[in-house]
Nanobody
């Protein structure tokens, strides 16, 4: 069983930065069952949307949505089973609940939520303009 726990959300001003963390727990076995990690977000009253994704240890080939490209950075630390989302230059449109997700698929559509097998409960990010 894989469990994901997000942290690092909060309320900030436009232009500020935040770093979200997602701790991955894969039970008693040491070998990672997940191959890729993703971040998604859901603004109030809107559908969930893709933010960023990367395979473990392959951050240089990460995927980003157009709305966050150049401002957000995903990083994976396999040894710590943790994935981060560094968010710079935040604006009001970034306000949402942010979810961490894990995929057990070696190959998949990383931008698609249905491709992920496990989800965290989310952490709220609020940006005041």
């Amino acid at each position: 069983q894989v469990q994901l726990v997000e942290s690092g959300g909060g309320s900030v001003q436009a232009g500020d930065s935040l770093r979200l963390s997602c701790a991955v727990s894969e039970g008693s076995e040491g070998t990672l069952k997940t191959y890729a990690m993703g971040w998604f977000r859901q603004p109030t009253g809107k559908e969930r949307e893709f933010v960023a994704a990367a395979r473990w240890g392959d951050d240089s080939r990460a995927y980003y949505s157009d709305s966050v490209l150049g401002r957000f950075t995903i990083s994976t630390v396999s040894a710590k089973k943790t994935v981060f989302l560094q968010m710079n230059g935040l604006n009001h449109e970034d306000t949402a609940v942010y979810y961490c997700a894990a995929s057990t698929k070696r190959i998949g559509l990383r931008r698609v939520g249905a491709e992920y097998d496990y989800w965290g409960k989310g952490t709220q990010v609020t940006v005041s303009s």
